[in-house]
């Protein structure tokens, strides 16, 4: 156990805490089991380091242990935990759980057993947690870490440092927000930065290696952390591989799951699974009518990637403009609000919003007529009256 505090020793005096993430104030720390889901490279684990060092700092009453360290491969979690309590231990940030064997039993039976314990664990988006045997969702607490947004893009590369804005705020006085961030800054002169490799919080460490880091991340989560799926065929990989290529030449894709079950030799009901897990992880992003069930067998109306670095990885660098655009309004909108197709304009928002996403020459003639609805434009600096700037939506979180 030593070896283990040693390890969350260094990592703490490691750790350069530039900003905390838009999840870290919503997280409400005092519960005693909270679960952090992501996928992989969106930050999950310098989340709880943040956590650690700004609250505990190298107490011995809190440590930082990775269950897929090699320690946990000869020694089970809950005696860790138990010998941890004995000598005062009162925090445990547990990283990588879904790599651990009964996890979720072993967290169950800690939390039951040890009331002095508070625990904040993470675990890939991939997996369903709160499905698990030990039925944790009665326990604890969930939270999902999404990629950076524009904002904290701006935050971490020390560009600028605002606080989020709400939705309503962005629609009702979008002038005057505007206004005041470009006494600042010329946010259009970052923005195609982030598209392009803003997304995911490595670009600090090295910008030169950001599509090579991108591109292992994605082979990762397909190669790895899909298997953690019972059902999951590995010989089907390689056409995992080519259903993401044929999404990201031609997102938004409006799917025909029959060809495309025919094209990648995937059974119907096998594709529309698989599709349901990349979204899951992080891979895609499904958009239904509104209304219309979103069950797991339920056809989208379009598919696209999940975010913008993706489709400029996927897409050789040259992605479609238009749906650069709907990608980052959908991906920095999903955070924290109900996004669904419309018949009337692009997108409907929250069963009341209608939104349409063009260029800086894009009218309202399509949905002139109809009531909460607006235009969201690129490149632009700032909009007028019912014609929003695109680059602010990146504020929300």
Known sequence: MEQLKYKSNQLILQLEAKFNRYLYEKIDWS??????????????TTLLLQRLKNEHGLNDDSVYVSLDDFYFSNNRFFDFAAEFHQKGGKYIFADEVHKYKNWSQEIKNIYDTFPGLNIVFTGSSIIDIR????DLSRRAIFYNLTGLSFREYLSLADIYKAEPITLDNIIHNHVELSAEIIKNIKPLQYFENYLRYGYYPYFYENPSLFYRRLEQTLMLILENDLNFIQEFDYGNIQKIKQLLYILSVNVPFKPNILKLSEKTKISRNTLISYLHYLEKAQIIQMVYHSGVSTSILQK??????????????????????????????????????????????????????????????????????????????????????????LWLFGFLY
């Open 300 to 389: 989208p109306e379009k598919i696209y990637l999940n975010n913008t670095n993706l489709s400029f990885l996927l897409a050789n660098n040259t992605p479609d403009k238009g749906t650069l655009r709907e990608t980052f309004f959908l991906n920095q909108l999903r955070c924290n609000h109900l996004v669904e197709s419309s018949k009337v304009g692009d997108f409907i928002v929250d069963n009341n919003y209608i939104f349409e996403i063009g260029g800086k020459n894009k009218t309202k003639k399509q949905i002139r007529e109809t009531p909460d609805s607006y235009v969201v434009a690129d490149d632009i600096e700032i909009g007028a009256y019912d014609k929003i700037p």
């Open 31 to 44: 519960w005693r089991l909270n679960s952090i889901i992501g996928a992989r490279g969106t930050g999950k």
């Open 131 to 134: 499905k698990q045997d030990a």
